[in-house]
């Protein structure tokens, strides 16, 4: 059996990875997409903050979760897995399963309103 091909959508938060994503998965056929937001046990050790300022070293990332769920993948009869995950090869247990990332760069002014609407509408929406 062939293994799926494995695509990365990566980029800053607010940027665009999701809608980049749901295209792609639009337009390729037997595809299916993991999603980065979906795991609450993916975590960094350190505040978010000092890690940005420090070393941006994505492999502090606790990702094991995401990546079991694409080597589960990697076995099933699928043509496309597209991962929407922000650090593309970077880090290395994930980054070792992808054949192809892209990266949309996004100005941050934009990826930043773009992420406020979208939280402000998701609070809105749970409120009703």
């Known amino acids: ?13 607010g ?6 994503t749901n295209a792609l998965k639009d337009s390729l056929k037997n595809s299916v997409v993991v999603s980065f937001d979906d795991y609450d046990d993916i975590k960094l050790e350190r505040d978010i903050n000092d890690w940005s300022a420090d070393t941006n070293d994505e492999n502090e990332w606790y990702v094991e979760p995401l990546a079991k769920t694409i080597e589960r993948l990697l076995n099933e009869p699928f043509d496309f897995i597209i991962v929407d995950y922000p650090f593309g090869y970077r880090n290395s247990r994930v980054g070792q399963y992808i054949n192809f990332a892209v990266f949309v760069d996004t100005p941050l002014d934009i990826a930043l309103a773009r992420r406020t609407i979208r939280d402000y509408t998701n609070r809105a929406e749970e409120r009703n």
């Open 1 to 13: 059996m062939k293994k799926p091909f494995v695509i990365s959508i990566s980029g800053v938060s």
């Open 15 to 20: 940027g665009g990875k999701t809608t980049v």
